[in-house]
């Protein structure tokens, strides 16, 4: 897997005053086995010299605060830095925050105050038009586990012998945690037992099996498991499941959730108790499907040679499958996959701040006859370990 990465991030001094902005999530990211970084400073391929002055963007030109117009050099930096993209075909890159060549979303306003306005950097628009995704320091720092903020792992049915991967250090039997369901007992496929430890030597928290709404859980009890992973400090949570693929849309196998359709008729943050911990019951749905990680997750299965489709997820309640109707209806709507749970744990877990991955094995199409909790159970046990190798992939490279 090849990176483009800012050089400063790496710890070089090519920063304007002469220093680096090293950042131990992305150093130890381009660590990884399989990991290729490639540096690039375009401020400096652009000619600029170290140190420099601070230079910001302001109605589209570079200048210095004493008003020198560098756009030049800048331009010159942003075409070599692209490139080398095009060079190295990166699976992502990832940019020195706010940076005037490299900041993504956000940049400094040219008032030289410390304001920031919504944009991008030089550097980072060229590649970007060019169709490289882009990330900076900031989202790869947060999503990094350490033994304080765990990956969730969060299993479907069929796919809970991830567990038996993890070295434990601890069990937590799901009656112990707040607000599931007492008494409540798994269905096939699923066990309620949580595991904390390391998965390759990467701090997680596995949970093989969930409630759902179909067994009469509140969404309260159904996301509770959310609530409590982050309890534990996790910021990254990982949802399988297993789906139906719907028809013309995306085909049995391993999917990438890149987006959702709630046809559950619940929310998780209805009522007073359901917003302990969140901030705004309002909250913001677009990319709660942090793109970061579903690109993190693609480029391991291209590196592994394992077939991932992308798409949006509709959850419905169950029991009962999709109807043909309901498969071609949820078509029209642009869903790719349909499954009984995620939908909600995903808003839950958003709402609280979390980067999520989204992933489902298709067992079956969508709509078609012939479908059982058995058949759906046999598949996914069937192709459990293309999932498992793209799991532990996904997290080696974090």
């Known amino acids: 897997m090849d990176i483009l990465v800012s050089n400063c991030l790496l710890g070089a001094p090519c920063r304007y005053d002469g220093g680096a902005k090293p950042v131990d999530g992305v150093i130890g990211l381009c660590s990884r086995p399989g990991v290729t970084a490639h540096p690039v400073c375009p ?49 992502f890159c990832v940019l020195k925050a706010k940076s005037p060549s490299c900041g993504r979303g956000r940049v400094y306003d040219g008032t030289f105050s410390g304001n920031l306005v919504a944009g991008d950097g030089i550097a980072c628009d060229l590649l970007v038009k060019e169709g490289f995704f882009v990330t900076d320091e900031k989202t790869v720092e947060r999503c990094h586990p350490t033994m304080e903020h765990p990956v969730a792992i969060c299993l479907g049915s069929g ?60 969404v309260r009890e159904v996301t509770s498991l959310v609530r409590h992973a982050h309890h534990l400090g996790c910021r990254d949570i990982v949802f399988a499941a297993a789906a139906g693929a719907i028809d013309g849309q995306a085909p049995l196998g391993l999917g990438l959730v890149s987006d959702q359709l709630n046809l559950t008729g619940q929310n998780p943050l209805v009522g007073d108790e359901a917003l302990r911990g969140v901030d705004n019951a309002f ?20 590196d592994q040679g394992v077939e991932l489709s992308e798409g949006v997820l ?68 069937g192709h459990g370990a293309d999932f498992e190798a793209l799991l532990r992939g996904v997290l080696t490279r974090l």
Do not use: W
């Open 283 to 302: 909250v913001d749905m677009s990319d709660a499907y942090t793109p970061y990680l579903r690109q993190v997750a693609k480029a391991v299965a291209g």
């Open 43 to 91: 401020e400096c391929a652009g000619g600029l010299p170290i140190p420099r002055p601070p230079a910001e963007i302001r109605d589209g030109r570079v200048c210095l605060e004493s008003g020198q117009d560098v756009t030049d050099e800048f331009e010159a930096g942003a075409r070599a830095t692209l490139e080398t993209a095009r060079r190295v075909r990166p699976a």
């Open 314 to 381: 509709a959850g419905i309640s169950g029991p009962s499958f999709e109807s043909p109707a309901e498969a071609r209806a949820m078509a029209l709507c642009g869903a790719s996959y349909t499954a009984m749970s995620v939908v909600n744990e995903v808003v839950l877990a958003h709402a609280l701040g979390m980067e999520v991955l989204g992933v489902t094995l298709s067992a079956n199409k969508a709509g078609a006859p012939g479908v059982s909790h058995e058949t759906v159970l046999s598949y996914a046990e």
């Open 159 to 218: 796919l809970g012998s991830v567990a038996r991967l993890v070295k434990p250090v601890r069990r937590i039997p799901y009656a112990d945690i707040d607000g599931f369901p007492a008494g409540a007992r798994p269905v096939a496929g699923h066990s309620f037992e949580a595991t904390v430890g390391t998965l390759d030597g990467v701090p997680v928290v596995v949970y093989p099996g969930r409630v759902h709404l179909y067994q009469g859980y509140s």
